[in-house]
T-cell receptor
Framework: DAGVIQSPRHEVTEMGQEVTLRCKPI?????LFWYRQTMMRGLELLIY????????DSGMPEDRFSAKMPNASFSTLKIQPSEPRDSAVYFC???????????FGPGTRLTVT | AQRVTQPEKLLSVFKGAPVELKCNYS??????LFWYVQYSRQRLQLLLR??SRESIKGFTADLNKGETSFHLKKPFAQEEDSAMYYC???????????FGQGTELSVKP
């Protein structure tokens, strides 16, 4: 297994544009997490899914952010419209039965100019 | 409120010296704590969890409920230990994790 896969690895976009980040969890894992990492706020949980259903989205900063998981092997995090303060590294992670150990993807470094 | 605090942003030691990375937590329930590590250009990965009570790469961590701490220790640091270390608290079902701000460990030759 290649582990959690994220794409793109780097994204540079202009303010106001739509950004879509993608994640493929480890096969068989039933929990998927999206995190954002910034120097100021560290690693923050944005949202997580169990069996493709969003369980807790209390960390999603505002309505410009949305996340979907249409099937067990794919999830997206969308920002529309993007703003410079959204610049961060976005991580996806998955786990089996939510047992605490999470497997992280390599992250997507987003820069909004 | 639930919180994980890592008071040191940077810890610099010489090779062979003892290392202690501090972690304190605030949680009203029964805590489940982890240490994650991120080596340069690698993914964030689990280092150890308190319930397993094992030593990984020479590191150990003991949960002290009285002091609400979960400090990470290693008696003799190696250069390859240089990395970012994150303490994390799992909350409730689903394993939702709250991370500390992280401590960068730099081990000098």
């Amino acid at each position: 297994d290649a582990g959690v896969i994220q794409s793109p690895r780097h994204e540079v976009t202009e303010m106001g544009q739509e950004v879509t980040l993608r994640c493929k969890p480890i096969s068989g894992h039933d929990y998927l997490f999206w995190y954002r990492q910034t120097m100021m706020r560290g690693l923050e949980l944005l949202i997580y899914f169990n069996n493709n259903v969003p369980i807790d989205d209390s960390g999603m900063p505002e309505d410009r952010f949305s996340a979907k998981m249409p099937n067990a092997s794919f999830s997206t995090l969308k920002i529309q419209p993007s703003e410079p303060r959204d610049s961060a590294v976005y991580f996806c992670a998955s786990s089996l039965r939510g047992l605490g150990e999470q497997y992280f993807g390599p992250g997507t470094r987003l820069t909004v100019t | 409120a639930q919180r994980v605090t890592q008071p040191e942003k940077l810890l610099s030691v010489f090779k062979g010296a003892p290392v202690e990375l501090k972690c304190n937590y605030s949680y009203s329930g029964s805590p489940e704590l982890f240490w994650y590590v991120q080596y340069s250009r690698q993914r964030l990965q689990l280092l150890l969890r308190h319930i397993s009570r094992e030593s990984i790469k020479g590191f150990t961590a003991d949960l002290n409920k009285g002091e609400t701490s979960f400090h990470l220790k290693k008696p003799f640091a190696q250069e390859e230990d240089s990395a970012m270390y994150y303490c994390a608290l799992a909350m409730g079902q689903g394993g939702k994790l709250i991370f500390g701000q992280g401590t960068e460990l730099s081990v000098k030759p």
